[in-house]
């Protein structure tokens, strides 16, 4: 079988493993090559390919960027705004350092020209990526289309129907009610309302990554039997209580603390200023305790002035951006992962899976998908991350009581082997999909 992945969101680069998005494209795909499945990738940003990253290189990768007019418009206007890009292109940003962006940082006029011209340039980018796209199939002559959806998009089924192969499309969210969700406003809502019923229902098959997301697809009008619930999944041989993460501790003088830590990108939803807050009581109780934040992100210099003005500084630790592959050595040297982020009721997060995997004790929020993998009490702790006295005694409980997070951590990870929470299984489910796919193909 012969895949073709088409992932067309201009922003996080393919290969930059430090955003979830990424690390789920690439470790999907290196589980079908684990599995002898060709299968090559035609994305917007391919990025940098660093040389920790070189065996994702293995599968050809096809870039299209979307450089229309709206994209100039908007670069041209956030110039002279002095505002720092969106999202950069990597091969003209190569060598420089990047430029994040700060939500507080626009005004609102400001907000509205720039999302607007970005989303007339994401309608645009579909009529670009077909035509370019078209002709990287006729060479390729793949099997199957697999894509990651992306809002205003339906080049993909654009390009199964030309060719008359079956597409599946994999749903990590529904970006205009998440965007409306906190706040944001999407300007051309109607129009990617109107695409996304369209896209769902002329797909073959949708792969929703949470039993939640499933329900919302479904109340589309969408045919159960064609939507299907996979979760995210790990590599367990990559993360494995086994691996060591002394060294780590002893870079940052950790040592002799019970640490508790979170790795990720330093977003406002992440809820570490709640952390950072708990961190005062936490300390009275508990004054070995040392917070590790590993990752990096708009958010970072917030929780960085959070921690100066809580006179915090010798119990919080910001380890920056780590590669992917030096991740497991970070968990390793944490004693409690936190995973308090608010908006995981539809996610399937990635890095949670992954503290699983390394036998983590976890103190994690009650919010939706999350909560149908931890039992409270069982194989990790449930928290209310309004409730900051829950949160707080919570942590203490976990911290003084060595016998529970080893509990914990151990329950943990017999979770994911139980359930085998892989990548390599979801590939397996995917083909599954697929010969029913030509079953039902070759009975009509």
């Known amino acids: 079988m012969k895949v073709g992945y088409i992932w067309n969101a201009p922003w996080p680069p393919l290969l930059s493993g430090f955003t979830g998005s990424s690390i789920h494209v690439q470790e999907f795909i290196k589980a079908m090559r684990k599995k002898n499945i060709d299968v090559f990738i035609v994305c917007a940003n391919k990025g940098e390919n660093t040389e920790d990253r070189k065996q994702k290189a293995e599968s050809k990768i ?19 705004r002095k505002k720092g890009f969106n999202h950069k292109d990597t091969k003209t940003q190569k060598n420089k350092k990047i430029i994040e962006t700060k939500l507080n940082f626009y005004s609102k006029p400001n907000l509205m020209v720039g999302n607007f011209l970005k989303e007339c340039d994401t309608l645009l980018y579909n009529f670009k990526f077909f035509w370019r796209a078209k002709k990287i199939f006729a060479r390729e002559c793949p099997d199957l289309l697999y894509e990651r959806y992306t809002l205003f998009n339906y080049s993909g089924i654009k390009l199964a129907r030309w060719y008359g192969i079956p ?32 896209v769902f229902k002329n797909v073959d098959a949708i792969v929703a990554v949470s039993s939640i997301l499933k329900k919302k697809i479904l109340s589309y009008g969408i045919p159960e039997e064609k939507v299907c619930f996979l979760s995210n999944g790990v590599d367990v041989k990559k993360f494995n209580p086994d691996i060591s993460g002394e060294q780590v501790r002893e870079k940052y003088g950790l040592q002799n603390k019970i640490v508790i830590g979170f790795i990720g990108t330093l977003v406002v939803w992440h809820n570490l200023n709640v952390l950072i807050d708990a961190m005062k009581d936490i300390i009275k109780k508990v004054p070995n305790i040392h917070l590790l934040i590993v990752g990096d992100g708009f958010h970072r210099e917030v929780l960085e002035k959070q921690v100066e003005k809580l006179k915090l500084k ?15 050595k970070y968990i390793n040297a944490i004693d409690i992962a936190m995973y308090l982020c608010r908006r995981a009721y539809v996610f399937s997060p990635i890095k949670f899976f992954e503290y699983m995997a390394m036998g983590k004790a ?5 919010a939706g998908q999350i909560s149908k993998v931890i039992k409270d009490g069982e194989n990790g702790m449930l928290v209310d991350t309004k ?9 203490i409980d976990v911290a003084t009581n060595l016998e529970l997070r080893t509990n914990l951590g151990k329950k943990a990870r017999k979770t994911i082997e139980d359930n085998n929470y892989t990548w390599e299984r979801n590939v397996d489910e995917v083909c599954g999909i697929y010969d029913k796919l030509k079953l039902s193909t070759k009975v009509s």
């Open 62 to 80: 096809f870039e299209i960027q979307p450089n229309s007019i709206f994209r100039t418009m908007q670069r041209f206007y956030q110039i002279l």
């Open 167 to 198: 597409i599946i499309l994999e749903v990590n969210a529904l970006p205009i009610s998440e965007i409306k969700s906190y706040g944001g406003k999407v300007y051309l809502g109607n129009i990617g309302r109107f695409i996304e019923k369209q």
């Open 314 to 328: 010798d119990y919080v630790t910001f380890a920056g951006r780590v590669s992917y592959e030096r991740v497991p």
């Open 362 to 366: 976890i103190v994690s929020s009650n």
């Open 387 to 395: 409730n900051k006295k829950q949160l707080v005694e919570t942590i």
